[in-house]
């Protein structure tokens, strides 16, 4: 590894560690829920308020992406990223100061603020700080530091007391205040911004290469943002542009098989679900733990395999595999809660049932869905549909969170995991028809697949000889 890739993984930890906090915010509620609910809790609230509690988090993500996509855009991706530090500072001092109920969830709500733009300008910033032959391994890299986060939560959360998971969590941000600081302006952004000389500084921090090749690389940079300037389109074209709403369809159909399809409710309240075990050889706390390291695990071997095998595979095989794992959770559920038969004995059927669905969400829908969002929409839109892509899934994470609990508390647990098999098995069948092979593809193959696809759709019976369309 030459000096300037090592510059630039130095650079892609410092920043993915923000996923860490992030991932940390979010399987904060996991172990700590079940506490707050508990009668002798200091912060006073039932299972309704404690679910908004849950879902403010997501709330909270809804404001920042598109004001910071513009931002960033103007002001630069740094100043941007480091904002998320005082956030996620006032938001866990609201948590430790307070034992209100409102404060909890404006904390929550703040918390939630920072993530969104972590969503948004991280990964945008890797991308364009990172050399091609290196920026899938450091862009792909946020994912795993989210879920190590997320373990994080899981397995400290148990063990020491809400304050001291409170300042636990506010460490990470502390830290980075001072390794955010270090990081360079985007090259990419400078050189938008008109700033060339500032962005040949940057490159020299971050390249190894002679000033010849750090000149053909700002040259470069700007005939490619020329180029996005002159394809440019306003976000009506989403909706007007029939191929772009076809984009936009392939994506809703990931978005909402996994949101809609559990993959919130298993991060958010895995302590509570398996807390209904009436037996176990583990506690609730070490069977949330052992999912964490599976989403874990998992994701980084998604990384590693996606380039092999292909998108629509591991979504298709994600899909129909989280279905048969929510189907089977929810018998259990329905014969524990619904009948007079003795389950006990049979606890690690749910185990088995939970575990199957963080193996089979790890190793397509959850880190698959951003990849493929990132290649069905050209360059000339994509910045305008990511930040619609982040609010529409932090919008559909706030409404399947807060389902999880009306459906629990009007019908039944178990009526809750077989509508999340519904739709994983809805959301499989639509991706056989629908969803197309992205893998080795360029942006210009993949907009000419998505063409043939919306024609074959339209066009009437009689009419069909005439449109060549490629098998998917």
Not at 308 to 328: D, E, V, Y
Request: charged content about 15%; hydrophobic content about 50%.
């Amino acid at each position: 590894m030459d000096s300037g890739h090592l510059k630039q993984c130095l650079i892609g930890i410092a920043v993915s560690l923000t996923f860490t906090a992030a991932g940390m915010a979010y399987g904060w509620s996991a172990p700590v829920m079940v506490r707050l609910l508990a009668n002798n809790s200091d912060i006073h609230m039932g299972v309704d308020e404690g679910s908004w509690v849950i879902a403010s988090v997501e709330i909270g993500d809804i404001f920042t992406p598109i004001p910071a996509g513009l931002i960033s855009d103007r002001f630069g991706r740094k100043p941007v990223i480091w904002s998320i530090v005082p956030m996620y500072i006032i938001g866990w001092c609201l948590l430790i100061a307070t034992r209100s109920y409102k404060i909890l969830i404006l904390s929550r709500l703040i918390l939630g603020m920072a993530m969104g733009i972590i969503y948004t300008i991280c990964p945008l910033y890797l991308g364009e700080v990172a050399e091609p032959d290196i920026r899938g391994k450091i862009t792909s890299f946020c994912i795993v530091m989210w879920f190590f986060g997320i373990l994080l939560a899981y397995s400290i959360g148990p063990y020491v007391s809400y304050d001291t998971l409170s300042y636990i969590c506010i460490s990470l941000p502390v830290g980075l205040a001072f390794g955010l600081y270090f990081i360079p302006e985007s090259p990419y952004n400078l050189v938008m911004r008109g700033k060339y000389e500032k962005a040949k500084k940057a490159l020299r921090k971050i390249r190894s290469g002679n000033n010849t090749i750090i000149l053909n690389e700002i040259n470069s940079v700007k005939a490619a943002i020329d180029e996005e300037n002159a394809e440019r389109m306003p976000c009506s074209a989403l909706v007007t542009d029939p191929v772009y709403r076809m984009s936009l369809f392939l994506f809703l159909i990931l978005s909402v098989t996994g949101l809609f399809g559990g993959i919130s409710v298993m991060y958010a309240y895995a302590t509570e679900i398996f807390s209904s075990l009436k037996s176990s050889l583990f506690n609730a706390d070490q069977c949330t733990i052992v999912l964490g390291l599976i989403y874990l695990i998992l994701s980084i071997f998604a990384t590693l395999v996606v380039d092999n095998c292909g998108r629509k595979p591991l979504l298709m095989i994600s899909a129909g595999g989280s279905s048969i794992s929510h189907l089977i959770a929810g018998i259990y559920f329905f014969l524990q809660e619904e009948t007079t038969l003795n389950v006990s004995g049979y606890s690690w059927i749910l185990l088995l049932a939970t575990g199957g669905y963080c193996v089979f969400a790890s190793i397509g829908i959850a880190p698959l869905t951003p990849v493929y969002q990132s290649e069905i929409f050209p360059n000339g839109i994509k910045g305008i549909a990511s930040g619609i892509f982040t609010v529409a899934m932090c919008s559909f994470s706030v409404i399947a969170l807060k389902m999880y609990q009306v459906i629990n508390t009007n019908f039944g647990i178990c009526y809750s995991f077989w509508f999340f098999a519904f739709i994983n098995i809805s959301g499989c069948i639509l991706m056989y028809i629908f969803l197309i092979e992205t893998k080795g593809k360029s942006l210009v193959a993949i907009q000419d697949e998505l063409k043939l696809l919306f024609k074959s759709s339209t066009t009437k019976p009689e009419e069909s000889e005439l449109v060549p369309f490629k098998t998917i």
